[in-house]
């Protein structure tokens, strides 16, 4: 079964730190661009941070420094380190996979930053 497991959302003060992780099964994780996007309340989805297969990572100009992606392709993970929480940054993120396949997507978790 082809999914995408998101974990470790919560609610959080400024300032503070989270780590999400994500587990993929059922695809090709190697090959896949493993990425966290946002969706704020009210607002569209957005890209926070894609790693490619080599380990190339790009990410949003509003979250550099502060948070730090990072992938483990032994264990299928991916996951996204959060520090200096914003309260802008209270959103559901979510897992993507990426390849010349598709996407896949995760169901999403809820970070909440309180200020």
């Known amino acids: 079964q082809v999914q995408l497991v998101e974990s470790g959302g919560g609610l959080v003060q400024a300032g503070g730190s989270l780590r999400l992780s994500c587990a993929a099964s059922?695809?090709?994780?190697?090959?896949?661009?493993m990425g966290w996007y946002r969706q704020p309340p009210g607002k569209q989805r957005e890209l926070v941070a894609a790693i490619r297969p080599g380990g190339r990572t790009d990410y949003a100009d509003s979250i550099k420094g502060r948070f730090t992606a990072s992938r483990d392709n032994a264990k299928n993970t991916v996951s996204l380190q959060m520090n200096s929480l914003k309260p802008e940054d209270t959103a559901v993120y979510y897992c993507n996979a990426r390849s010349f396949l598709g996407d896949i997507w995760g169901q999403g978790t809820q970070v909440t930053v309180s200020s």
């Open positions: 059922g695809i090709n994780f190697g090959i896949n661009t």
